[in-house]
C-alpha cells in the first residue's frame, strides 16, 4: 500500500488516496464543525479585542501591514521630527516625553551612542496625509532631542565609555592641519582626558565640530505602517467604509488600542507613568484639565515650580492619577480599593474605553471644578474665626500615611456635592451664575474637615474625643454624636478595601447631605 505523501504547499500529492462517498462528506463536516468551534471559541473569548458589526454581528480584528523604512538620523530627527514637521512625535497615543528615569534615559542614549541597537523606530502614514506619525519610538527621539539641544549629559563612567568610543575622531581632529579650530578643540579635549581629576563631561554643544556631525548621521533602523486593516474572523472578508457594519468609533478604538500597545511594548515605568500615557479618554479630560487649571492642585499639597522640570512632570503624573481614579470610581468603571498597578493596566488596554457613561458623569463634574470650584481654591474669603483665609483641605489632607485615599474621598464627594446640587436645585443657595457666594467656600471648607476624620481609622473610639483629632479640633463632635454610624462609615472608607465598595457612594453621598444640612 502506497504511503500518503504531501508536497511542499501541503496539498496531497497525486500518488495519496482520496476520500469519496459518504465518507469525504462526513470528513468534510467534521472539518466545517472544527472551524465552527474554534471560531466560536474566539468570539466567546475576552482575550481578544473583537469588535462586533453594526448590521450583520460579524467579528472584526485589526491586522497591521508594514514595509521596511528608510534609516532615520539624528540630523533628520532634529529637523523633521515636530508637530508641523514630516514626522508628527506626539500622536494622541504616544505617551508624554519623559517616562524613563534619568538614569535609564542616559543609558539608553549611551548605547545609541557608542554603536548598540536600542530599538526600531516605528512610524504610520495615515491616508491622504503628507505627514507620518511615531507610533513606537517617541521616547528615543526625546531623548536624542534633549542630548543634541544641551539638556542631557553623562558623566563618570558612562562618560569615559563616551571618550574611549569617539577617541578615534579626536585624535583626527588633533592631528589634522586644515582646521586650525577643530585641532585646539581637540588639543583641549585630549589634555582634559589625560590630566584632569576628573573625566569630562559629555555635553553635545561642548563637543568638537567633527564628533558632533558624526553623531548627527547616526542612524535608527524604521518600520512603516503601510495598511491598517479589519479583517471578519468568520470570512475573512474586509471592513470597508460602505460596509453596514462600519462603526468609527470602534475602529477608532481598536486603532488606538493597537498603537498603543506598539507604543508600550518595552516599557521600564512604573504603573503612575503608564496611567499618564494612556490615551483614556478619562485621562485626556484630567490631563486636560490639571495642564489648564493646576489651582486645586496646590489645595492638595502638590506644589510646581512650573519651570518645565521633571519634578513638575511627576507632580502632574500623580494628581493626574489620583484624578482619573476618582473619575473612573464615580462612573463605577473601578471598585473602590483597586490597585494602581490593576487601574494603569486597564487604561493600557483600553477597559475603560468601551462606554462612557451617559450624562450626568464625572465628565461634567469636570466641567463644574472648571467653572466652580477653581474659583473655590484659588479664591479668599472671610469667615467670624478668620479674617481673610484661603480655602484649605484640613491639614491631615496633605500629611503622610493615608494621603491618597482621603484625597480620593474628597474628590469623590466633591462629585456627589455636585449631583446633588443638579438633582435637587440647590444650586441657589451656593451660587449665581458665575458668582460664588460665601456659602460655597465655608460647605467646602466644612467638607474638607469632616473626610479628615479619615485619619482616625487605627484610633480606639474612646480617643475620637482629644483636643489634637479632627472632630475636636475642628468643631465637629456635635455633628458625629448625632450622626456616629455614619461617621463610623467613612472611617471605616480609610481603610481601602474592595469589600467595602457598596459603602462608598451612600455614604458620601449622606456626608454631602449633612454638610449641606450645617453649611450656613
Same mark, same amino acid.
Given at each position: 500500500?502506497?504511503?500518503?505523501?504531501?508536497?511542499?504547499?501541503?496539498?496531497?500529492?497525486?500518488?495519496?488516496?482520496?476520500?469519496?462517498?459518504?465518507?469525504?462528506?462526513?470528513?468534510?463536516?467534521?472539518?466545517?464543525?472544527?472551524?465552527?468551534?474554534?471560531?466560536?471559541?474566539?468570539?466567546?473569548?475576552?482575550?481578544?479585542?473583537?469588535?462586533?458589526?453594526? +448590521?450583520?454581528?460579524?467579528?472584526?480584528?485589526?491586522?497591521?501591514? +508594514?514595509?521596511?523604512?528608510?534609516?532615520?538620523? /539624528?540630523?533628520?530627527?532634529?529637523?523633521?521630527?515636530?508637530?508641523?514637521?514630516?514626522?508628527?512625535?506626539?500622536?494622541?497615543?504616544?505617551?508624554?516625553?519623559?517616562?524613563?528615569?534619568?538614569?535609564?534615559?542616559?543609558?539608553?542614549?549611551?548605547?545609541?551612542?557608542?554603536?548598540?541597537?536600542?530599538?526600531?523606530? /516605528?512610524?504610520?502614514?495615515?491616508?491622504?496625509?503628507?505627514?507620518?506619525?511615531?507610533?513606537? @519610538?517617541?521616547? &528615543?527621539?526625546?531623548?536624542?532631542?534633549?542630548?543634541?539641544?544641551?539638556?542631557?549629559?553623562? %558623566?563618570?563612567?558612562?562618560?569615559?565609555?563616551?571618550?574611549?568610543?569617539?577617541?578615534? $575622531?579626536?585624535?583626527?581632529?588633533? +592631528?589634522?592641519?586644515?582646521?586650525?579650530?577643530?585641532?585646539?578643540?581637540?588639543?583641549?579635549?585630549?589634555?582634559?582626558?589625560?590630566?584632569?581629576?576628573? /573625566?569630562?563631561?559629555?555635553?553635545?554643544?561642548?563637543?568638537?565640530?567633527?564628533? &558632533?556631525?558624526?553623531?548627527?548621521?547616526?542612524? #535608527?533602523?524604521?518600520?512603516?505602517?503601510?495598511?491598517?486593516?479589519?479583517?471578519?474572523?468568520?470570512?475573512?472578508?474586509?471592513?470597508? !467604509?460602505?460596509?453596514? $457594519?462600519? $462603526?468609527?468609533?470602534?475602529?477608532?478604538?481598536?486603532? &488606538?488600542?493597537? #498603537?498603543?500597545?506598539?507604543?508600550?511594548?518595552?516599557?521600564?515605568?512604573?504603573?503612575?507613568?503608564?496611567?499618564?500615557?494612556?490615551?483614556?479618554?478619562?485621562?485626556?479630560?484630567?490631563?486636560?484639565?490639571?495642564?489648564?487649571?493646576?489651582?486645586?492642585? %496646590?489645595?492638595?499639597?502638590?506644589?510646581?515650580?512650573?519651570?518645565? %522640570?521633571?519634578?513638575?512632570?511627576?507632580?502632574?503624573?500623580?494628581?493626574?492619577?489620583?484624578?482619573?481614579?476618582?473619575?473612573?470610581?464615580?462612573?463605577?468603571?473601578?471598585?473602590?480599593?483597586?490597585?494602581?498597578?490593576?487601574?494603569?493596566?486597564?487604561?493600557?488596554?483600553?477597559? !475603560? $474605553?468601551?462606554?462612557?457613561?451617559?450624562?450626568?458623569?464625572?465628565?461634567?463634574?469636570?466641567?463644574?471644578?472648571?467653572? &466652580?470650584?477653581?474659583?473655590? #481654591?484659588?479664591?479668599?474669603?472671610?469667615?467670624?474665626?478668620?479674617? /481673610?483665609?484661603?480655602?484649605?483641605?484640613?491639614?491631615?489632607?496633605? @500629611?503622610?500615611?493615608?494621603?491618597?485615599?482621603?484625597?480620593?474621598? #474628597?474628590?469623590?464627594?466633591?462629585?456627589?456635592?455636585?449631583?446633588?446640587?443638579?438633582?435637587?436645585?440647590?444650586? %441657589?443657595?451656593?451660587?449665581?451664575?458665575?458668582?460664588?457666594?460665601?456659602?460655597?467656600?465655608?460647605?467646602?471648607?466644612?467638607?474638607?474637615?469632616?473626610?479628615?476624620?479619615?485619619?482616625?481609622?487605627?484610633?480606639?473610639?474612646?480617643?475620637?474625643?482629644?483636643?489634637?483629632?479632627?472632630?475636636?479640633?475642628?468643631?465637629?463632635?456635635?455633628? !458625629?454624636?448625632?450622626?456616629?454610624?455614619?461617621?463610623?462609615?467613612?472611617?471605616?472608607?480609610?481603610?481601602?478595601?474592595?469589600?467595602?465598595?457598596?459603602?462608598?457612594?451612600?455614604?458620601?453621598?449622606?456626608?454631602?447631605?449633612?454638610?449641606?444640612?450645617?453649611?450656613?
Amino acid at each position: 500500500m502506497k504511503e500518503n505523501s504531501f508536497n511542499e504547499t501541503g496539498m496531497v500529492s497525486p500518488g495519496a488516496p482520496t476520500l469519496t462517498g459518504s465518507e469525504g462528506y462526513g470528513q468534510k463536516n467534521q472539518d466545517n464543525q472544527l472551524v465552527a468551534d474554534a471560531k466560536k471559541r474566539l468570539v466567546d473569548s475576552t482575550t481578544q479585542p473583537l469588535f462586533e458589526g453594526k +448590521e450583520t454581528g460579524k467579528h472584526y480584528l485589526v491586522y497591521i501591514s +508594514e514595509t521596511q523604512g528608510h534609516q532615520v538620523s /539624528v540630523s533628520t530627527i532634529m529637523e523633521d521630527y515636530k508637530s508641523d514637521g514630516l514626522v508628527n512625535p506626539k500622536p494622541a497615543y504616544q505617551r508624554p516625553a519623559g517616562q524613563h528615569s534619568p538614569k535609564v534615559q542616559k543609558g539608553i542614549l549611551l548605547d545609541f551612542l557608542c554603536g548598540e541597537r536600542v530599538g526600531t523606530i /516605528v512610524l504610520y502614514q495615515p491616508e491622504n496625509r503628507y505627514q507620518q506619525e511615531l507610533v513606537d @519610538g517617541g521616547q &528615543r527621539v526625546d531623548i536624542i532631542r534633549k542630548f543634541v539641544n544641551s539638556k542631557l549629559t553623562l %558623566s563618570g563612567q558612562q562618560a569615559a565609555k563616551f571618550w574611549a568610543y569617539y577617541l578615534p $575622531d579626536i585624535i583626527r581632529g588633533h +592631528e589634522q592641519k586644515q582646521d586650525e579650530s577643530l585641532q585646539l578643540e581637540c588639543n583641549k579635549l585630549l589634555k582634559a582626558i589625560g590630566t584632569n581629576k576628573n /573625566v569630562p563631561v559629555v555635553r553635545f554643544d561642548g563637543l568638537p565640530y567633527n564628533v &558632533r556631525q558624526n553623531i548627527k548621521k547616526l542612524t #535608527f533602523d524604521v518600520k512603516v505602517i503601510s495598511q491598517i486593516v479589519f479583517k471578519c474572523i468568520e470570512d475573512g472578508t474586509k471592513l470597508t !467604509y460602505t460596509c453596514g $457594519d462600519y $462603526d468609527e468609533s470602534k475602529v477608532i478604538e481598536m486603532v &488606538r488600542a493597537k #498603537f498603543n500597545k506598539l507604543n508600550l511594548q518595552q516599557k521600564p515605568v512604573q504603573p503612575i507613568h503608564q496611567i499618564w500615557g494612556s490615551r483614556d479618554e478619562y485621562n485626556i479630560k484630567s490631563r486636560g484639565y490639571i495642564e489648564t487649571y493646576p489651582a486645586i492642585m %496646590s489645595a492638595f499639597g502638590y506644589d510646581l515650580e512650573e519651570d518645565g %522640570s521633571t519634578k513638575d512632570e511627576e507632580v502632574t503624573r500623580t494628581f493626574n492619577d489620583l484624578l482619573v481614579r476618582s473619575m473612573l470610581g464615580f462612573d463605577e468603571k473601578v471598585k473602590w480599593g483597586l490597585g494602581i498597578q490593576k487601574v494603569a493596566e486597564n487604561l493600557l488596554d483600553a477597559v !475603560y $474605553d468601551d462606554e462612557i457613561p451617559a450624562q450626568p458623569n464625572a465628565f461634567g463634574f469636570i466641567d463644574f471644578m472648571k467653572t &466652580r470650584l477653581g474659583k473655590v #481654591f484659588s479664591s479668599k474669603f472671610g469667615d467670624k474665626n478668620n479674617n /481673610v483665609r484661603k480655602v484649605e483641605l484640613a491639614r491631615e489632607m496633605v @500629611g503622610v500615611g493615608q494621603k491618597a485615599v482621603m484625597q480620593r474621598l #474628597f474628590i469623590l464627594s466633591l462629585m456627589e456635592f455636585w449631583m446633588y446640587l443638579k438633582e435637587n436645585n440647590k444650586s %441657589s443657595k451656593y451660587m449665581s451664575g458665575e458668582t460664588l457666594y460665601d456659602s460655597m467656600y465655608n460647605y467646602v471648607e466644612l467638607l474638607s474637615k469632616v473626610i479628615s476624620t479619615v485619619t482616625m481609622r487605627t484610633m480606639e473610639k474612646e480617643d475620637y474625643g482629644k483636643a489634637d483629632k479632627p472632630l475636636k479640633k475642628y468643631g465637629l463632635m456635635g455633628m !458625629y454624636e448625632t450622626n456616629q454610624k455614619l461617621f463610623d462609615n467613612l472611617i471605616r472608607l480609610g481603610g481601602h478595601s474592595q469589600k467595602d465598595h457598596v459603602l462608598v457612594k451612600p455614604t458620601l453621598r449622606s456626608i454631602v447631605e449633612l454638610v449641606d444640612e450645617y453649611t450656613i
